[in-house]
């Protein structure tokens, strides 16, 4: 620091000094010589502005606020550094800083010193800053399997302190199901598969809302099983339907042998949750028995049904679950097992 720099710091240490000791502030405490006046605490939302006010009249020879022990203005002069501090142009009566953007650090006590008659008095406002809720960290979204335990997490952060809850949506609208940061499941079951919203609010603004998706895996169920009476010569088709995670894959089966999709005048369609068996021409040799066989990684399952004719005694289901042969079980259980391996 060279010798004018350092002249000029202690001229403003000096100058500062001098102020203080003519509002009769100490260094690090708020005015309190003469008359002093405590007014309400200002609350503002962080982000916004806050404007502190200080009644003067034409008595007034000095003026001056003042944060802890920062000089902010004394007078028309502007003395912070922060440039979202500044003064306003109000009514003569009234000497007024706003303060633009607040944020965490601006919170504390302020003070307007005020000379009249070489009597100082002083103004003390406490600002309080609140600060909306917000969602910090969240657990990500899961994939287990059926049977696990599940653990998830949600902090948030704000104040005044806000609370948190957890929201699971389902077809019926959204159920609470717990109040803090933690959501514990134990033998999760697919039901409980969907999305979990944590939701923090303070009412200091909208509540902040971020969502984690659970997924849940199990085996194929096959919920539909079904064919219709077809004359010989016409087209015929079989359905089977199996709600799994990870989708289930379809395949057909006559006995023991595995039906392909376009050999022998059939069409085989896999849509989603859906196999579709159809035969173009149905001939006497097409009707029987046969296997719709549903798989995923994680299990088998299989149900039977019946091609007939118009005039054939069927069961009203058109099917019934069954096992599978020996052979056709040991093919299945085969083919699982490469399956796992992806």
Known sequence: MGITGYFELQWKCLVVVALRLLFLVPAGVPARSGDSYLKDNITVRQGDSAVLKC??????????????????????????????????NTAVTEYSIKIQNVNLYDEGPYVCSILTNKKPESTKVHLIVQVPARIVNISTDVSVNEGSNVSLVCLAI??????????????????????????????????????????????????????????????????????????????????????????????WYKGERRLLNGFNGVKIENKGKQSMLTFFNVSEEDYGNYTCVAMNTLGITNASIILYGPGAIHDMNNAALSPTSSFLLLTLVLTLSVLSKF
Not at 71 to 88: A, C, M, Q, Y
Not at 171 to 196: F, L, Q
Not at 208 to 222: G, K, L, S
């Open 55 to 88: 009644s003067v009249d034409n008595k007034v020879s000095r003026v001056a606020w003042l944060n802890r022990t920062t000089i902010l203005f004394t007078g028309n002069e502007k003395w912070s550094l922060d440039p979202r501090v500044v003064l306003l």
């Open 158 to 251: 704000g104040r005044p302190e806000p609370t948190i809850l957890w929201k699971f949506r389902t077809s019926k609208g959204n159920r609470i199901i717990t109040e803090g940061e933690y959501v514990e499941m134990t033998g999760i079951t697919k039901d409980m598969s969907g999305a979990y919203d944590c939701i923090t609010s303070n009412d200091i603004s909208p509540p902040d809302v971020r969502t984690v998706q659970v997924t849940v895996n199990y085996p194929p169920v096959i919920s539909r099983a079904q064919s219709t009476g077809t004359a010989v010569g016409q087209k015929g088709v079989m359905w089977c339907e199996a709600s799994a995670v990870p989708l289930a894959d379809f395949q």
